[in-house]
């Protein structure tokens, strides 16, 4: 096979964390995370704030479920778990930095700690107990390909997508905790897969969205992970509104560079008008990668 092919396998797990339950909810994890690396799984994407659970009643409470990255208890599990199945994990959890608290998602592999992002746009209640991301999107490079993150909320803004692609991202992992939006059509797909599916499309970029389900305190949760191809089509899912379970999609991450090409004039990256807007829509960059 030639070296500029980037085949991986990514699981998505859809699960039910329960609130302040860390113990049972990290067991949750590790046993759905050994079920994906028999399936053979490369990459492994978890819910947001999957060690914790997600509807705080106090910042207090948020503040003592919440743990320091890298070196919680959590995130030290996840990087035992990472190394023993020589995967690459993305998971949501609860951060502490100080006195702060971020909304994150941890990036760890087989040879140890990768990186961190923090939820940009925060949802909701969310507000009362977790700062607005400060990392911007940054692009992690890992065994298996440059991924960056997104966290549930994020994937309402394309800036988010916009960011990723530009610095060189082929896959956004989206750890999530969707909840109902007014007025569903009930023959129609939920929003957050069709916007993950646009944003996936006008990027040429592969999407990995892992879901939970169930309620916590009165909140309903929709489950539908899904994984989409660079195209904006599904690859796996949508998953089901109330089942724990994993998706599982092949995928060559280098179709997202080489397949940007609609015809034989247009190419999604290359066709933005930057003499009318900011290349980098008023975000540093890195790397730019078109």
């Not at 030290?76 to 690459?88: D, G, I, K, V």
């Not at 994990?89 to 990768?114: C, H, M, Q, W």
């Not at 999107?137 to 994020?154: E, H, K, S, W």
Request: charged letters at 20%; a negative charge.
């Amino acid at each position: 096979m030639s070296t500029a092919e980037s085949p991986i396998r990514v699981a998505c797990l859809q699960m039910e964390p329960r609130i302040g339950e860390k113990t049972r909810n990290m067991a949750r994890t590790l046993a759905m995370i050994d079920e994906a690396a028999r399936a053979g799984a490369n990459l492994v994407v978890l819910p947001e704030l999957c060690n914790t659970g997600y509807v705080f009643e106090t910042r207090e409470e948020a503040f003592e479920l919440a743990e320091p990255l890298p070196d919680g208890l959590s995130t030290q599990a996840w990087l035992e778990a990472a190394a023993r199945h020589r995967m690459t994990i993305v998971a949501g959890i609860t951060e502490r930095d100080g006195e702060s608290l971020f909304n994150s998602a941890v990036v760890v592999g087989p040879k140890g700690y990768i990186g961190r992002y923090r939820k940009n746009h925060p949802w909701g209640a969310e507000n009362l107990f977790f700062e607005p991301g400060n990392l911007g999107v940054p692009v992690f490079q890992t065994p298996i390909g440059r991924i960056a993150c997104a966290i549930c909320y994020d994937i309402w803004f394309p800036e988010t997508f916009r960011l990723a692609a530009l610095q060189g991202a082929d896959l956004l992992c989206v750890p999530t905790n969707w909840v109902p939006m007014p007025q569903q059509p009930r023959d129609l797909p939920v929003m957050a897969n069709i916007l993950a599916m646009a944003g996936a499309h006008s990027n040429s970029m592969f999407v990995a969205c892992a879901d939970r389900i169930g309620h916590e305190r009165g909140q309903p949760f929709l489950g539908n992970s899904i994984i989409v191809g660079q195209t904006g089509w599904p690859l796996a899912g949508p998953a089901s509104f109330d089942r724990e379970e994993m998706i599982v999609a092949d995928m060559n991450l280098s179709d997202a560079r080489r397949k940007r090409t609609l015809n034989e004039f247009n190419q999604l990256l290359r066709d933005r008008r930057t003499d009318m807007y900011d290349e980098m829509l008023g975000a540093q960059a890195r790397r730019g990668w078109y």
